[in-house]
T-cell receptor
Framework: NAGVTQTPKFRVLKTGQSMTLLCAQD?????MYWYRQDPGMGLRLIHY???????AKGEVPDGYNVSRLKKQNFLLGLESAAPSQTSVYFC?????????????FGPGTRLTVL | DQQVKQNSPSLSVQEGRISILNCDYT??????FLWYKKYPAEGPTFLIS?????DKNEDGRFTVFLNKSAKHLSLHIVPSQPGDSAVYFC?????????????FGKGTKLSVIP
């Protein structure tokens, strides 16, 4: 079991470029999440998905889009990157919506926007 | 407005002694609390949790205490070991805005000195 994996691990973009971050989980989890972590800040929820084909906005959704075409994958897109999106991005998954269910995190993607 | 606060950015403890990490919350609708541990270049991993119907939960060297009236929880690690050196995030969940998403504190970096 690989758990939650993220691709790529590192990326440097120029302002205005676009990219997609891929998250994959092999635990058959229904719920998937994208967070960002900035220095001195906790993790903040960007978007989440309650199942294949469904997504919802989190706390900081502006500038990002997501898609969940397959249950095991959750993609985070930046259409026009900005320096304010320099951050470490974490994907997570959980079995159900129950707030007592553990969220399992991937290793993160460190993104720098110049 | 920060709803989950970890007011100590860092903490240093001697190996073998007790580590006490603190967390305060402001939203009385939170009813489940978690601690996550994060090593550098890795994603957060679940450590221990507590429901609002309890005031203590213990798992080996780790104990979480919840004081609902003070809206305060703490994580005790006894005895502390060098491998416990990491960033610890407090998180809370509850029926905020109709969903059960996690709200994270900013984290406390624990250093256990051999």
């Amino acid at each position: 079991n690989a758990g939650v994996t993220q691709t790529p691990k590192f990326r440097v973009l120029k302002t205005g470029q676009s990219m997609t971050l891929l998250c994959a989980q092999d635990m058959n989890h229904e719920y998937m999440y994208w967070y960002r972590q900035d220095p001195g800040m906790g993790l903040r929820l960007i978007h989440y998905s309650v199942g294949e084909g469904t997504t919802a906005k989190g706390e900081v959704p502006d500038g990002y889009n997501v898609s969940r075409l397959k249950k095991q994958n959750f993609l985070l897109g930046l259409e026009s990157a900005a320096p304010s999106q320099t951050s470490v991005y974490f994907c997570a998954s959980s079995y159900s919506i129950s707030h007592t269910d553990t969220q399992y995190f991937g290793p993160g993607t460190r993104l720098t926007v110049l | 407005d920060q709803q989950v606060k970890q007011n100590s950015p860092s903490l240093s403890v001697q190996e073998g002694r007790i580590s006490i990490l603190n967390c305060d919350y402001t939203n009385s609708m939170f009813d489940y609390f978690l601690w996550y541990k994060k090593y550098p270049a890795e994603g957060p991993t679940f450590l221990i949790s507590i429901s609002s119907i309890k005031d203590k939960n213990e798992d080996g060297r780790f104990t979480v205490f919840l004081n609902k009236s003070a809206k305060h929880l703490s994580l005790h690690i006894v005895p502390s070991q060098p491998g416990d050196s990491a960033v610890y995030f407090c998180a809370a969940s509850g029926p905020l805005a109709g969903s059960y998403q996690l709200t994270f504190g900013k984290g406390t970096k624990l250093s256990v000195i051999p």
